[in-house]
């Protein structure tokens, strides 16, 4: 199968495959997972790999860089197409007193008349 490296790290050796045939994202772990170890797949990169689910998880087995940087605008191109997540929250209590939140929202001229 062939892929493009999303996400890639040399320190932790891990990276994430997006895989052609559009299913779950393949992770890469350990270097004995590569074809060739002394080379570390990096976003962009196209490669081609077998993979193996184990429990949820696509792992990604025999990876071989096809070329390097074939799809480097890939990663920023899937960043810049997810829309923003609008926040779920919402306040449900507050401890302001009604008075208070009415001297609040009042303007500060009428603040000091109401305090007095």
């Known amino acids: 199968m062939i892929g493009v490296v999303v996400w ?3 320190d932790k050796e891990k990276a994430v495959i997006w895989c052609e045939d559009h299913a779950a ?3 890469l772990q ?9 080379c570390w797949p990096q976003p962009g990169d196209l490669v081609e790999l077998e ?6 998880l696509r792992n990604a087995r025999r990876v071989s860089l096809l070329s390097e940087q074939e799809y480097a605008d890939l990663p920023g191109m899937l ?11 919402r306040i449900v209590c507050s401890n302001v007193q009604p008075e208070a939140k009415d001297q609040l929202a009042a303007p500060p001229g ?3 008349a109401a305090a007095s």
């Open 8 to 10: 890639s790290s040399v």
């Open 30 to 38: 350990g270097r004995e997972n590569l074809a060739s170890p002394s």
């Open 110 to 112: 009428l603040r000091a």
């Open 79 to 89: 960043r810049a197409i997810v829309p923003a997540a609008e926040s779920h929250l």
């Open 51 to 56: 993979s193996e689910i184990i429990g949820a």
């Open 25 to 27: 994202l393949a992770y």
